[in-house]
Antibody, heavy 119, light 108 residues
Framework: EVQLVQSGAEVKKPGESLKISCKGSGYSFTSYWIGWVRQMPGKGLEWMGIIYPGDSDTRYSPSFQGQVTISADKSISTAYLQWSSLKASDTAMYYC????????????WGQGTLVTVSS | EIVMTQSPATLSVSPGERATLSCRASQSVSSNLAWYQQKPGQAPRLLIYGASTRATGIPARFSGSGSGTEFTLTISSLQSEDFAVYYCQQYNNWPPETFGQGTKLEIK
């Protein structure tokens, strides 16, 4: 069974750093992209970026380039999304999701990680 | 960046009736279009990809159509569990693989 299991909810202060994770199982982790999607409270889905763990090829949305860093450790089938200096506006639910190499949709999603940034 | 526009923002339909949701792309995305369903407190779920192919386990009452810039998701005979928010997403030109702003399907 394909599963993407994300790390738990986080409460942070502005200016702090954070790294959240997404662990894949039940499939070949290095053969699929892992993407990250933001959903701010009461809002829609925003595509942030994506990584191919097989060769670490990483692409970012222009809206998120320089604001976050996406990485992966294929030895433990885990992808990461990190911030060096959080802002209150980073408060959101963050989802990871899997997609095939080449063109394709996100076919499996993690359960989401809620990040709250408040002083 | 391709802009995806969904209409209407909210759709009120009675159970058992048909719902038709629209999605328009700012430029052609060929058939590289997906639809997702999201219920409160849950992650999105893939319904349709390739504009018209149902994902594994998706009931036949869900159907997708269109190509280029105009797409439609139709749900025939709405069930209580179908009331949710629906998003379209293009994956033809990336990054980013943009989502529409969503259509909330509510009970009339």
């Amino acid at each position: 069974e394909v599963q993407l299991v994300q790390s738990g909810a986080e409460v942070k202060k502005p200016g702090e750093s954070l790294k959240i994770s997404c662990k894949g199982s039940g499939y070949s982790f290095t053969s699929y992209w892992i993407g990250w999607v933001r959903q701010m409270p009461g809002k829609g889905l925003e595509w942030m970026g994506i990584i191919y763990p097989g060769d670490s090829d990483t692409r970012y949305s222009p809206s998120f380039q320089g604001q976050v860093t996406i990485s992966a450790d294929k030895s433990i089938s885990t992808a990461y999304l990190q911030w060096s200096s959080l802002k209150a506006s980073d408060t959101a639910m963050y989802y990871c999701a899997r997609r095939l190499r080449g063109l394709g949709p996100f076919d499996y999603w993690g359960q989401g990680t809620l990040v709250t940034v408040s002083s | 960046e391709i802009v995806m526009t969904q209409s209407p923002a909210t759709l009120s339909v009675s159970p058992g009736e048909r719902a038709t949701l629209s999605c328009r792309a700012s430029q052609s995305v060929s058939s590289n279009l997906a639809w997702y369903q999201q219920k409160p407190g849950q992650a999105p779920r893939l319904l349709i990809y390739g504009a018209s192919t149902r994902a594994t386990g998706i009931p036949a009452r869900f159907s997708g159509s269109g190509s280029g810039t105009e797409f439609t998701l139709t749900i025939s005979s709405l069930q209580s569990e179908d009331f949710a928010v629906y998003y379209c997403q293009q994956y033809n030109n990336w990054p980013p693989e943009t989502f529409g702003q969503g259509t909330k399907l509510e009970i009339k």
